[in-house]
Nanobody
Framework: QVQLIESGGGLVQAGGSLRLSCAAS????????MGWIRQAPGKEREFVASINRSGGSTYYTDSVKGRFTISRDNAKKTAYLQMNSLKPEDTAVYYCALWVAGRGYDYWGQGTQVTVSS
């Protein structure tokens, strides 16, 4: 069973930065794409960013382009989300997820809370 453990969330003022980490137990971590998805109170889950197996290709939702950066270290079996210029509307629980071909985001972490105060 794959385990994903997020860390790095917290409370930050608008304009500040946070770096989220997602550590995976899967020994073949480098075989899977990874994504970050968030869910704000009362809203549906929203795709934030994704990265392919090698880290050479990334995608972002429009609202975070230029502010967030997704990356990964396959040797450490860890994915990251660097979040800069944070806005109150970025407040949400952030989940990392592992992409399985044919099944989509099939494994999810427990989530980490990010709160941005104005």
């Amino acid at each position: 069973q794959v385990q994903l453990i997020e860390s790095g969330g917290g409370l930050v003022q608008a304009g500040g930065s946070l770096r989220l980490s997602c550590a995976a137990s899967e020994r073949t971590f480098s075989s899977y794409g990874m994504g970050w998805i968030r869910q704000a109170p009362g809203k549906e889950r929203e795709f934030v960013a994704s990265i392919n197996r090698s880290g050479g290709s990334t995608y972002y939702t429009d609202s975070v382009k230029g502010r967030f950066t997704i990356s990964r270290d396959n040797a450490k079996k860890t994915a990251y989300l660097q979040m800069n210029s944070l806005k109150p509307e970025d407040t949400a629980v952030y989940y990392c997820a592992l992409w399985v071909a044919g099944r989509g985001y099939d494994y999810w972490g427990q989530g980490t809370q990010v709160t941005v105060s104005s």
